[in-house]
């Protein structure tokens, strides 16, 4: 069966909304700063609680999907491509930021992303 890019769409609509077990490492927003050309990831602390609700560490308090807390991140890391910045978090901090698979899968897959919309001068919002 020929795939479409609006089947290929709905499927990656759909995968998006599944249940991710959350990384207790942290997690990264990204960004594009365009002026410099460059792809960044600013990465933030986390504990996760055991019904796997991500807490602020400062406070205990539940950390919203979306707005509504100012944190401050413990590093912000580049990269003018999507390699360079993988190369920049996995291979040459010790200890490494990341410690779950599906969570550095994830990772690579949005700074493909965010390189494709630098290039291309196209919006950037992460997944």
Do not use: W
């Not at 920049?88 to 897959?109: N, Q, T, V, W």
């Amino acid at each position: 069966m020929p795939f479409t890019l609006e089947s290929l769409k709905t499927l990656d609509d759909k995968l998006s909304n599944r249940f991710i077990k959350l990384d207790p490492q942290g997690y990264f927003l990204i960004y594009l700063d365009r002026e410099a050309g460059l792809i960044c990831a600013k990465h933030f602390t986390n504990v996760i609680d055991d019904r796997g609700v991500a807490l602020d560490p400062e406070t205990g308090k539940p950390l919203p999907c979306q707005g509504g807390v100012t944190r401050t991140h413990t590093q912000i890391f580049t990269g003018r491509t999507a390699k360079e910045l993988c190369i920049e978090i996995f291979e040459k901090m010790d200890p490494c930021p990341i410690s779950c698979l599906d969570h550095a899968a994830y990772l690579g897959r949005e700074f493909v992303r965010a390189e494709m919309a630098l290039i291309s001068g196209d919006e950037y919002v992460q997944d």
